[in-house]
């Protein structure tokens, strides 16, 4: 299984730097420039979301955040708790997961594992759907 240098950035384990983002970029924009020169190491739930959902990185921070929600299924970025657990289950395609069946296995294990009576209705929902999957 790989396992990245956390001390290194995206920029540097995947050896293609972005550069500056373009002058007239949106902040979502900015910001994934910006998060790809961090340590991935130094991603918090938010950063891991953020990068997650615009499908950057997955090889390297799939595993990362599989290792959050497996600590805290409900883990939070900057949206509602269990934001990264849903960037998982809604933003990594399928391709991803098919290519990933140990990775895979892990995203449902934390699925299965949610308890409705705790869990935002609409993160229990797509967590269901994507069991089915």
């Known amino acids: 299984?790989?396992?990245p240098d956390k001390s290194r950035s995206l920029e540097e384990?995947?050896?293609?730097?972005?550069?500056d983002p373009p002058a007239d970029a949106t902040r979502l924009v900015t910001t994934a420039y910006a998060?790809?020169?961090?340590?991935v190491g130094a991603l918090d739930a938010e950063g891991l979301r953020l990068l997650i959902s615009q499908q950057i990185g997955?090889?390297?921070?799939?595993?990362?955040?599989?290792d959050q929600v497996e600590q805290d299924p409900l883990a939070e970025g900057d949206f509602y708790p269990g934001d990264l657990l849903d960037?998982?289950?809604r933003r990594v395609p399928d391709?991803?997961?098919?290519?990933?069946?140990?990775?895979r296995t892990r995203v449902r294990t934390v699925a299965q594992a949610l308890d409705?009576?705790?869990?935002?209705?609409?993160?229990?929902?797509?967590?269901t759907e994507f069991l089915r999957r």
């Open 35 to 39: 998060l790809r020169k961090r340590p």
């Open 87 to 89: 960037a998982l289950i």
């Open 95 to 103: 391709s991803y997961w098919q290519a990933h069946e140990d990775q």
């Open 1 to 3: 299984m790989f396992e």
């Open 58 to 66: 997955l090889d390297t921070l799939v595993p990362l955040a599989l």
């Open 13 to 19: 384990i995947e050896d293609d730097r972005w550069g």
């Open 116 to 127: 409705p009576e705790e869990t935002f209705d609409v993160l229990y929902n797509r967590a």
